[in-house]
């Protein structure tokens, strides 16, 4: 919706004057209310400084012009409220800079293109009551979205809409894994590698102390090799001990 109010002053043509100075002193200026992420604003003299485009509400027919989306340095599109229909073009992932992206209320179908997860800029995004169907695209820009954003598209599914994909249904089988049976057979092996060992601990520990016990000869072997020994540590530390005070 644009509002134009001009201010002209005398113009030259109109004066009856025959000298009149031949420069106009007239000002033109626009008043434009320009519909942006969801909201309407009302630009003045920086309206040339916007770089979107609204075409909301005035029953336009069609798909979406190709040529759209060669305007690199597009910030905004506002299509909503119109009568568009056909598929959204792949190309329109080509519009890095924008920010504002409304198609609501129209009659585009298909797929909703993965190409709009890489617009990184993209900060507002309304899709809803069209004919969109398959799964809604996954990336940054497009996790963060509401439900509002997709609604009123039946076809739809993933995330955030409740309706689940073909595919992505729970098995309601439960089904052993391999992965369950190798650890059974770990927890079995380790229970025998545990019992082995004390076993096997039990048998030497208790076998040496009877023959120990049995046998004199053994026994009075065994601790003459440990007074041996007692004495050779205590020699060698003594020596060790010396030599070091030599030094200090």
């Known amino acids: 919706m644009i509002r134009k109010e001009t201010d002209v002053a005398e113009h030259p043509y109109n004066r009856t004057d025959a000298f009149a100075p ?9 008043n ?9 604003f009302e630009y003045g003299r920086n309206f040339v400084y916007l770089k979107m485009i609204d075409l909301s509400s005035n029953e336009l ?22 009568r568009f229909e056909g598929k959204v073009p792949l190309e329109i992932g080509q519009l890095k800079q924008l920010e504002c992206l409304d198609l609501s209320a129209n009659k585009f179908s298909g797929e909703i293109p993965q190409s709009l997860s890489g617009l990184n800029f993209l900060a507002y995004l309304n899709l809803s009551h069209n004919n969109f169907s398959g799964r809604i695209p996954s990336g940054t820009q497009l996790d963060g979205l509401g439900i509002s954003t997709y609604e009123g598209n039946t076809e739809l599914c993933g995330k955030p809409l409740p309706n689940i994909c073909p595919g992505d249904e729970p098995s309601d089988i ?17 229970r025998w590698l545990y019992v082995s060992a004390v076993v096997g601990f039990s048998s030497t520990f208790w076998g040496f102390i009877g023959t120990l ?13 440990l007074e041996n020994l007692k004495e050779k540590i205590y020699v060698a530390t003594t020596v060790r001990i010396n030599k070091l ?3 200090i």
């Open 22 to 30: 031949t420069a106009s002193r007239s000002s033109y200026f626009d």
């Open 32 to 40: 434009v209310v320009a519909r942006w992420k969801g909201q309407e």
């Open 61 to 82: 027919t069609g798909e979406i012009p190709i040529g759209i989306t060669r305007l690199l340095e597009l910030k905004g599109l506002n299509l909503s409220e119109n």
């Open 174 to 190: 439960f089904q052993p894994s391999l992965n369950e049976s190798e650890v059974e057979d770990d927890n079995e092996y380790e």
């Open 213 to 225: 016990v049995l046998n004199r000869r053994w026994r009075h072997a065994y601790f003459l090799f």
């Open 245 to 247: 005070q030599r030094r």
